[in-house]
């Protein structure tokens, strides 16, 4: 159902929640949202890796790193929409784990990629044909996201 099609009380409701979730971000004021979103980015992204380093039968005892430190992010973010010790404290520490194992995936890909047949002397064909690169930067960008929201303020 869209706006256009509420009753004025429900799209006047509406309306007043979109224009206070737009000022609690002008305001940097987006700590529960952001911590959530990374509780379910990391989710999201590890079942990705998951699938990923299992087709590659987890060749490497590393690429099961992604997975286990998922969880205390999972819990951190999750619990930093509730509590702002939680994600003051708790999902900077676990957001900066997920980011470093993120860089460890880029040094491990790229790696991968000088280990195939011509290295990087054929990068036109090792980039797309060995690990992806871009890949572990995924992770970063999650961990950045918690990071992020341990510093900014509480929504209001």
Not at 7 to 35: K, M, T, Y
Not at 54 to 71: D, E, V
Not at 72 to 96: D, E, M, Y
Not at 134 to 156: D, N, S
Request: aromatic share 8%; hydrophobic share 45%; glycine share 10%.
């Amino acid at each position: 159902m869209s706006l256009l099609h509420l009753s004025p009380d429900r799209s006047h409701e509406a309306i007043h929640l979109i224009d206070r979730a737009v000022a609690n971000v002008q305001h940097g004021r987006f700590e529960r949202s952001l911590s959530g979103l990374t509780a379910v980015a990391a989710v999201v992204t590890t079942a990705e890796i998951y699938i990923e380093h299992y087709k590659a039968g987890f060749g490497n005892k590393w690429m099961w790193s992604p997975i286990l430190i998922t969880p205390p992010v999972v819990v951190a973010g999750v619990a930093g929409v509730f509590s702002k010790k939680w994600a003051k404290t708790a999902l900077p520490i676990t957001a900066t784990a997920y980011t470093l194992n993120g860089l460890a995936g880029e040094y491990f890909h790229a790696r991968g990629v000088s280990r195939k047949p011509g290295g990087w002397k054929l990068a036109s064909y090792n980039v797309p044909m060995g690990p992806p690169i871009a890949a572990p930067g995924l992770m970063c960008i999650v961990g950045g996201m918690g990071l992020l929201a341990a510093i900014l303020r509480r929504e209001k």
